[in-house]
């Protein structure tokens, strides 16, 4: 499946939508604009929420958790790496994903078991940061989706 994530420009909090690829809006991110740390809503346009992901503020690398049904469901991190971006994706079970790619070019891949099942690569000459997400069939596009989000916010602190 593919999808667009796009950040909305003038948004309080950190706001994203998410289309499919005929352009519909599937879902809605919403950032929480008064936090300490950041917090965000994963929801679909019903307005139900699939996720909630929450920065762990006491940590030695950039965290970030991801919770399905009030449960923490992933931990996303931001792994030691000299000359690629790498983060680890700790899902429950022995099938964690591992992403990595390159913060200049702004293009990583998605991993599980040796295979790579999501690319991620963002959009040049918009506005806001827009991303092309492209998922494998039958891999689980909610925690995907939810942990490209924590990827931009990690790099949007780096960059400030």
Known sequence: MRYRM???LFAM?????????LGNDVYLVDGKAFSFGKKLSFLDMDGKELAFIAQRLLSMRKTYEIHRAGQL???VRKEFSFFKDK???????PNDYEVSGSFFDHEYSFSRCGRDVALVSKTYFTWADSYGIDIV??????????TAVCIDLVNQASRH
């Open 13 to 21: 909090g950190d706001d994203f939508t998410i289309a499919d690829s």
């Open 137 to 146: 069939d039958g891999q689980d596009d909610i925690t995907i989706l939810a």
């Open 6 to 8: 796009t950040q909305k």
């Open 87 to 93: 983060y680890t994706v700790d899902i429950p079970g």
């Open 73 to 75: 469901f992933a931990e």
